[in-house]
């Protein structure tokens, strides 16, 4: 059986994590966390990292920073996961969908400024699959609108935009290391990236239960004491080191999964070509991360016909993202903006095949030889 996705394993994890168990800290924000923090800063150039639980965490740490109030707007496109509308729906906010663009899958940066009102607040893009939103498009609205911008670059890590890494464009930014994941914590995790200094103190703040606990760490205050709301939003030291094994060996994995993408891309042409499936498309000036290899069919039903037929060949490829705005809550708590031409189609027809760095090549050939046959067989049809 091939999987579509395995956690990524370098190697290091187990030392890194008996190390983590042998010292006097296993609690958040210690020797691995500060060391992850520093890789993270270093490969996107943001300025301040802050480890979380999760991305989802760091989407919820980044909609109470920007202080979020019932009533607010929130844009967005409705092809994303259901944490980049929750962290702000739990805090009030009424999400305002838009369209995406059907080549990326991104939100249209064309149709945002139609959906700007008076109570609109931030702009949150998603960076699909590691490629980039136009994010000068939509840093020039939000100047122009005084919006805040807030990345979902759950999915970004190692990718940039323009030679700008996603994650250190918008204000704030939410980076996971979910097990799905390029580079993982050890199945859960995420980050919060602060572009804008205004929101350091205060993220620390909020993240350490709404005490100012690491200003007294830093001996900057006497005591600890609780000055504002929070949550307890920090990572273990084991998740931490082993994602400290993911991100030193960042440019490997990276390059692994681009491999991978390029090898599929490379098997799959000619049948873009031919008409049959349509191919991801990675704009010039978007360097991208090989976060997933997505394949779209013409039709709903030509997709299932082709995951049926995996199956039977013993490998796992899905789908995902049944459109928010579609879904039981989005109607209680969203407004689709504009016309949805190609949100749902779009998903409809999109799936995404076996990538993970661990993938060994007799697997990725399996799965290139089938994909292929299957192909083939249709051509003729
Ligand atoms: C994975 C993902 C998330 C959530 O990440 P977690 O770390 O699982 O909370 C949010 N948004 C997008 C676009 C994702 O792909």
Not at 140 to 147: E, S
Not at 169 to 193: C, D, M, P, R, W
Not at 311 to 337: C, E, M, W
Request: with cysteine; charged share 20%.
């Amino acid at each position: 059986m091939i999987p579509f996705n395995k956690p990524p394993v370098t190697g290091n994890e187990i030392t890194y994590i008996e190390q983590a168990i042998a010292s006097p800290k296993l609690s958040g924000d210690g020797f691995y966390a500060k060391k992850c923090e520093n890789l993270l800063e270093g490969i996107t150039g943001s300025p301040k990292a802050l480890l979380t639980p999760s991305c989802t965490h760091a989407l919820e740490l980044a909609a109470l920073l920007i202080d979020i109030q019932p009533g607010d707007e929130v844009i967005m496109p409705s092809y994303t996961f259901v944490s980049t509308a929750n962290a702000f729906v739990l805090r009030g906010a009424r999400i305002v969908f838009v369209d995406v663009r059907p080549d990326t899958m991104n939100i249209d940066e064309e149709k945002i400024e139609a959906a700007i009102t008076k109570k609109t607040k931030v702009i949150v893009p998603v960076h699909y699959a590691g490629v980039a939103c136009e994010m000068d498009k939509i840093m020039a609205l939000a100047t122009k609108y005084n919006l805040y911008v807030i990345e979902d670059a759950a999915q970004g890590l190692m990718s940039n935009y323009k030679g700008k890494a996603l994650g250190a464009i918008g204000h704030l930014s939410a980076i996971s290391f979910h097990e799905t994941k390029n580079y993982t914590s050890g199945g859960e995790g995420g980050v919060l990236l602060i572009n804008d200094n205004q929101f350091v103190e205060r993220a620390e703040i909020l993240r350490e239960k709404g005490t100012n606990r690491s200003q007294f760490f830093k001996g900057m205050v006497d005591k600890y004491t609780w000055v504002d709301m929070g949550s307890s939003m920090l990572p273990s030291e084991i998740q931490s080191a082993y994602l400290y094994a993911q991100l030193e060996s960042a440019d490997k994995i990276n390059h692994t999964r681009l491999n991978i993408w390029q090898e599929y891309n490379r098997a799959l042409s000619e049948f873009e070509q031919a008409g049959l499936i349509t191919l991801p498309h990675v704009p010039d000036h978007c360097q991208h991360n090989a976060h997933m290899f997505y394949v779209k069919f013409n039709s709903e039903v030509d997709r299932a016909h082709f995951i049926d037929y995996m199956k039977q060949q013993d490998i796992l490829t899905v789908f995902h993202y049944l459109p928010l705005h579609s879904t039981a809550a989005g109607k209680r708590y969203s407004t689709f903006n504009g016309e949805d031409n190609h949100t749902t189609q779009e998903s409809e027809k999109l799936v995404r095949l076996p990538l993970y760095y661990n993938m060994t090549e007799s697997e990725l050939n399996t799965v290139v030889t089938h994909l292929r046959h299957y192909l083939s067989q249709q051509v003729g049809v």
